[in-house]
């Protein structure tokens, strides 16, 4: 495992967030140190999107402050707060869908954030970023020599649509990479073979939050956890003190058949 | 086993251009090269040819401009909607303003011509792309309808105020010293426009203007802002459309309210969907087709606009992907002999 600190690199202070009546988010707290996997679990419409969607801009919180570095964020533009190196995938899959897959990787690495933080040969050279875009999602098992990665996003089937996810926010150089629910939909053995890479990637010092429903290879990379339900926190800890906490089992494991 | 028997086959000649390494097309031969760039010749060879071929008969030769002008407005449109997602219904107001700043440089300031459009050109596409960046963030037909109150706007404005000239305009400008400046001038605007467009959507930053279109949270979430790569494309498109407006105030020397017309963001429209969308040459082939139509229909007098609706139609219906993308999937289809190794 990673030396993981004690420097926490993003605070959410009491964030609550309403749609009309609906309390999709209420009073969540939540601090990630560097090095983390933090693993968000909760019932579906518990408010797990919608805390991405508030850590990455794409929506205001009602209350409460949301803060990267000490930095506050709340409310920011998506756009500033990924440049910031906080990434995130979509649940729904976003691809673009009339490129070409590596095409969908060239359009983060034409990024402010990317010519920045750099990390790949080149520098703005056109052939350069077709080949680093291939690079990365090779690493994400889409096979260099087969058609794959210059098939149209738009025919790609939900496993390396999820790994395209991924692949659009590793080209970020994320600091901060939230994932949302990249496991579902995934056969058995796709998981077993993400989830070495998600290893590696917090090895290489990435910090994670991870919204996820497949609990088993959750608690393998997580090493906390928070469960939500009804938009409240119901806890937070090892992953082990969460799976036996009797809310967490009453609100979300009511079926035990994930385990 | 003696002579090595020669097997021959059948291939489509966009073969070789199809079959691609990580991220170059793999031309192997100079006649690939050739099967490439033969459409692109031919184009560009019927465009420089133009002015010569129609010299003896100066009607014509304006109809020939005409056809560039509506190119250009064309070109601009076809960016904008098929490449950006903005479908603007502005046309006719990057067309005037190019049209105007033109004028006033060179009736004001005593600009030459050619220095005349190049700052209306440049100072045009600046105002138009400042004065759309409030209508940035809507979509769709909400943009579309917004953009054309624009130059409708401009009409009004010019008329209450009485600025700009008021209803009468601007008169007296300068045109142009010969028939070949006036001719060349315009063809090589286009060209240049033309390809430098093309060139531009398949570059990395073109790309992500195209992105913008098909998926503009992906790109907010690649910390991209979606508004400056918007207003990037607009200020590309309007440089287009204010080129048109203010070269063509020079060819008849008085500019008015009628720069702002609506046909000059209406015909725009036909012109793509005939050609073909988000080819970008389309626009043009379509703009060579329409404006000579429209002549040659003046002689049924009221009946014009009749046949004229007729044949849109019929391009409408019958050809609904555009000639560009006809043309282009019938030339891919070529078939050639080849050996076999
Ligand atoms: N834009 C919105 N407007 C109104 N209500 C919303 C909106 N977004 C989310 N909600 C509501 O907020 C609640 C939480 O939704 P959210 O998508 O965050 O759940 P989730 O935990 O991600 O669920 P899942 O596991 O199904 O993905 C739901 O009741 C949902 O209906
Ligand atoms: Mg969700």
Redesign the interface.
Known sequence: MTQRSTEPILEINSVSMHFGGVKALDNVSLTVNRGDVVGIIGPNGSGKTTLINCI?G?LKPTLGTIAFHGRDITGK????V??MGI??T?QVM??????PA??NL?????????KRVGGWRGGGR??D???VA?DILEELGFERDSRVP?KLAGTLPTGYLKRLELG?CL??RPELLICDEVFSGLSASEISSLVPLIEKLNAQGITMIMVEHRLVELFRVANRVMALSYGEKITEGPPQDVISHPKVREAYLGSEEDF | MSEPFKQRRRERIDRGVKVRSASIYALNSLEEIGYLLAPRMLLTCCFLFMPLALSPWPYWGRVGLSVCILALLSISFDFLANYVGLVSLGGAFFYGIGGYISAICNTEFGLPPFLAILVATILGAMICTIALLPCLPLRGIYFAIVTLMYPLLMIRLIEAFDILGGTEGFRGIDGFNSFWTEQYGLVLGLLVALFALRRFVNTDAGLVVRAVKDNDQSVRASGISVTRTKAKAVFLASLTGCFAGAYYIHMYSNVGISSFALDLSIMPIAATIIGGSGTLVGPVIGAAILVPLSELLRDFGSLRIVVYALVLTGFVVFRSEGLMNFLTRKYQQIERWVDIR
């Not at chain 1, 060239?106 to 990317?114: D, F, K, N």
């Open positions: 990455t794409f533009k998506p756009h500033k990924a440049d990434n995130r979509f976003r691809p673009y869908f009339t490129m590596y095409k060239v359009i983060p690495l034409s990024s402010p954030r990317a056109h052939g970023r077709n080949t291939v210059y659009r080209a970020m």
